[in-house]
């Protein structure tokens, strides 16, 4: 069981980031990555469905015996996190807490910003678990268009530059300084998010952070990797082309992701 890989699950690409991290902080574990392609962006989409569709592929990742579950997406944590925690016997880690934390202890004047999708936003994950402390105040904004043009492989042209000013124009208003990227996709935009927030803002990211949480749960469970175990990397897609999936995933990440299987979820009718 210890030697079994990690899975690590996103609507697209953007979880790629959480599973970069994990395998540099744990470089003998080994990685299954699964982006729910053709079914992204998760976002826009009611919240019943964005459960029953992550449902699916977190049983695919159970069924093909992982040790852990990483749901590297926002949306999905937000939509059905106490679902797999009851559903499932391996444990779940979600990248919404681990960046709700450090937010927490970076922030100087206590005013965070976060910015997420439609879905996320609208579930208010982030809000209501950092207005826990009185002291905080939070101003949150979705930003739709940020996911649509990650997929794309969009990341640096004007109109990334220019959607930024308009989306976070608000939240620099707000005077925050400290700005949640609540989407693993966001991390691809950080340059634009960046200089339209200011170099004084802190930008809080939750790939490094979950992954820390991956350490924590594994060395608490004694689930870590064994010595001598020979760490391997799996990608997975479920859209109709792994070559769309491996183009995208090169101009993100470079030749990191060498190989992409296609694969079908959605065996099991859940119930709604």
Known sequence: ???????????GVGGLTVARAVSQQLPRESILYIGDTARSPYG??????????????LDTLVEQGVKMLVIACNTASAAMLRDARERYDVPVVEVI???????????????????????????????DMLEVNERLTV?????????EFVEAGVTDSPDVLATAERY????????????????????FLEGAISYVMG????????????????????VSRDLLA??????????????????????????????EVREVQLVQTGAIDLPR
């Open 226 to 255: 064994t010595p001598d175990a020979v760490p391997t990397a799996r990608y997975e897609a479920t859209g109709s082309s792994a070559d769309d999936f491996l183009r995208l995933a090169h101009r993100l990440m470079g030749r």
């Open 1 to 11: 069981m210890n030697d079994a890989p990690i899975g690590i699950f996103d609507s």
């Open 97 to 127: 807490g681990p960046a709700v934390r450090t937010a927490m202890s970076t922030t100087r004047n206590g005013r965070i910003g976060v910015i997420g999708t439609v879905g996320t936003i609208g579930s208010r994950a982030y809000q």
């Open 44 to 57: 826009p989409k009611p919240i019943a469905d964005v459960r029953k569709y992550a449902l699916e592929v």
């Open 139 to 147: 101003f949150a904004e979705a930003c739709p268009r940020f996911v």
């Open 168 to 187: 976070l124009a608000p939240l620099r208003h707000a005077g925050v300084d400290t700005l949640v990227l609540g989407c693993t996709h966001y991390p």
């Open 199 to 218: 170099s004084e803002v802190s930008l809080v990211s939750s790939d490094s952070e979950t992954a820390k949480d991956v350490y924590r749960q594994l």
